[in-house]
C-alpha cells in the first residue's frame, strides 16, 4: 500500500525556521511529481511548491525566497524548508504527488495526512 507521511511541523516564533519532511512508502516515486500544499482555517487549500521528477520547481509567490523545496529519490523522501516564518504561513501542510505523471498536476492522486505549522509569538 502506498502511503506519505509528513514530519516536521511545530510552533514557531515569527522569522524562525522549520524544515518539513515527506516521507514516502510503498513504491518509488523518482519518476513522479511531487509538492506540497497547505490550507488555513477558512480557507481553501493552495499550492505552496512543487518539484517534478526532473527536478524543476515551482513556488507560490507567497513563499517564494524563503521556502525550498527538494526531494531524494534514493530516501524516496520530499522535504520543505521554510525560512523567516510569518503568521500568514500558518496552516496544515500537506505533501502530495501525482503519481502517474513527472510533474504535479492540479488534482494530485495521492495526499499525506497533514503537519501543522504554527506561526506564533
Known amino acids: 500500500q502506498v502511503h506519505m507521511v509528513e514530519s516536521g511541523g511545530g510552533l514557531v516564533q515569527p522569522g524562525g525556521s522549520l524544515r518539513l519532511s515527506c516521507a514516502a512508502s510503498?513504491?518509488?516515486?523518482?519518476?513522479?511529481?511531487m509538492g506540497w500544499y497547505r490550507q488555513a482555517p477558512g480557507k481553501e487549500r493552495e499550492l505552496v511548491a512543487r518539484?517534478?521528477?526532473?527536478?524543476?520547481?515551482y513556488y507560490a509567490d507567497s513563499v517564494k525566497g524563503r521556502f525550498t523545496i527538494s526531494r531524494d529519490n534514493a530516501k524516496n523522501t520530499l522535504s520543505l524548508q521554510m525560512n523567516d516564518l510569518g503568521p500568514d504561513d500558518t496552516a496544515m501542510y500537506y505533501c502530495?504527488?501525482?503519481?502517474?505523471?513527472?510533474?504535479?498536476?492540479?488534482?494530485?492522486?495521492?495526499w499525506g495526512q497533514g503537519t501543522q505549522v504554527t506561526v506564533s509569538s
Open positions: 510503498g513504491r518509488s516515486f523518482s519518476d513522479n511529481g
Open positions: 518539484i517534478s521528477a526532473g527536478g524543476n520547481t
Open positions: 502530495a504527488a501525482s503519481r502517474f505523471s513527472p510533474v504535479l498536476l492540479p488534482s494530485p492522486d495521492l
